[in-house]
């Protein structure tokens, strides 16, 4: 039988420190917890404290998917991040010396949000082309550290977290298995979501920019009007691919972005209410790791059961992946300690 990639462990790890609507309402920004849970359907979200960063999250995520998939090694390790530790070198390295695999291939992949699934289409094609047998996928973020907490288009949304999950070369008909996929990009809208000072264009060094300029910017109406097309299209295209009915979609897991987004897409699609899967209310928008984390706490899906995830992001940036539901259990980590808190000041 054709070969794939099988999702054989998934992992999952939130900060502790949970910040309620009614916090930032406290915090001095002009919200409300009424306003928060109509618009978007959060309640509250997590945030790392200070000397905690994406690398911390994103190797407790992959302990926690290694111990699920029971094993120890694996023969690349991908991290999908835009908020990696540093602006360079990219977080994969670190982290996967971290988790023991020093040696072992790593690299940073930056789509946003649709970085986990951009991931799952990379890993699948280097599973296929027998490249690589064994797979670590983490999707982490902490958007906390680029969120402007002054901005309510931007603050009240974003949390932080991380998921993972071990991809392993097996069969189509086994549960987990990746069947089918849709990626895509539009550069036009390269401003819809951006964090301008900082990069090449506008280094940091030379400051003197905005203060939205500084911190991540978004356009949330224009987001919100072509995340819901964009996701559509993309979730169609996968269902037509795979030649599945919308209503025979057991577990569908959009990017938990916005719970009118997702119940537009829901609904335009056809899945069912009890198909659709989600977590949006307890953690918002963790941009790379919501999807992870999304299945990671999803209540009794059936393994084997047909499954797709939906992303949109910053560049901007879509994608879909059909797929049977993993049968491996989910487990769950606290953030791991920096390994030497000296070693991650300010040289
Ligand atoms: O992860 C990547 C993808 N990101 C997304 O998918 C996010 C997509 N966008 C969104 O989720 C929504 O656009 C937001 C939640 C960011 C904003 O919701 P909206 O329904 O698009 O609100 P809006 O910006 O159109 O604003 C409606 C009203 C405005 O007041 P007026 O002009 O009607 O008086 C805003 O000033 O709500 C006001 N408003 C707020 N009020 C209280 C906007 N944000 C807030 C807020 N609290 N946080």
Request: aromatic residues 4%; glycine residues 12%.
């Amino acid at each position: 039988m054709e070969q794939t990639a099988v999702i054989t462990g998934l992992g999952a790890c939130l900060p502790p420190l949970v910040v309620g609507n009614e916090d930032l309402a406290r915090s001095g920004l002009d919200t409300s917890d009424e306003w928060i849970v109509a618009r978007t359907g959060i309640e509250r979200r997590r945030r790392v404290t200070p000397g905690t960063a994406t690398s911390d999250l994103g190797v407790a995520a992959a302990r926690a998917a290694l111990a699920s998939a029971a094993v120890s090694e694996v023969d690349l390790v991908l991290l999908a991040t835009t908020t990696p530790d540093r602006l360079c070198p990219a977080s994969a390295p670190r982290v996967a010396t971290r988790l023991g695999l020093a040696g072992v291939p790593a690299f940073d992949l930056a789509a946003v949000c649709s970085g986990f699934v951009y991931g799952l289409v990379v890993a699948r094609a280097l599973i296929r082309a027998e490249a690589y047998a064994r797979v670590l996928l983490i999707g982490a973020d902490t958007y906390s550290s680029i969120v402007d907490p002054l901005d309510r288009n931007t603050a009240v949304i974003f949390g932080d977290g991380a998921g993972a999950v071990v991809l392993e070369r097996g069969p189509m008909d086994a549960a987990g298995a990746i069947l089918d996929a849709d990626l895509g990009s539009d550069g036009g809208g390269h401003d819809l979501i951006t964090l301008v000072e900082g990069g090449s264009r506008y280094p940091a060094r030379l400051g003197g920019t905005a203060r939205q300029h500084r911190y991540l910017h978004m356009k949330g109406t224009d987001v919100f009007r072509y995340a819901v097309r964009q996701m559509t299209a993309s979730t169609q295209a996968v269902l037509a691919r795979a030649g599945w009915r919308a209503d025979s979609v057991e577990a569908f897991v959009g990017h938990q972005a916005n719970q009118r987004i997702l119940n537009a897409v829901a609904d335009r699609v056809g899945i069912a209410p009890q198909s659709r899967i989600g977590n949006l209310r307890e953690v918002g928008n963790t941009a790379a790791a919501s999807i992870p984390l999304a299945m990671a706490e999803a209540p009794g899906v059936r393994p084997g059961g047909r499954t797709v995830l939906t992303a949109f992001g910053g560049g901007v940036t879509w994608g879909s992946v059909g797929l049977t539901w993993p049968a491996a259990m989910p487990v769950h980590s606290e953030p791991a300690p920096p390994p030497d808190p000296q070693d991650e000041r300010l040289p």
